[in-house]
């Protein structure tokens, strides 16, 4: 099957809430965000690397450049948190 193509950044990064979580945002190294995302609410950002801590994963869409990112798939930090985009 053909490769994707890489990702090019910075990228956009798109989190949807399906159940609603609270959520922490840092992007290249920054806070942006930090409260509740009710269900259907989203946050879209555009950066290089993003830590993203939720308290409920699951209950969140995530895409990063417009591919859908599987948060079950990855292997969280040791607090919690997913490091998408560049390390």
């Known amino acids: 099957p053909p490769q994707p193509e890489p990702v090019s950044y910075p990228a956009r990064l798109r989190i949807t809430s399906t159940a609603g979580a609270q959520v922490t945002l840092r992007r290249d190294g920054r806070l942006v965000f930090e409260g509740r995302l009710p269900p259907g609410k989203y946050l879209d950002w555009r950066g290089t ?14 895409e990063l450049a417009g591919r859908p990112v599987d948060l079950a798939a990855l292997r969280p930090e040791a607090d919690g948190s997913f490091r998408l985009g560049k390390k």
């Open 49 to 62: 690397a993003f830590i993203l801590h939720a308290s409920n994963p699951k209950g969140l869409r995530v």
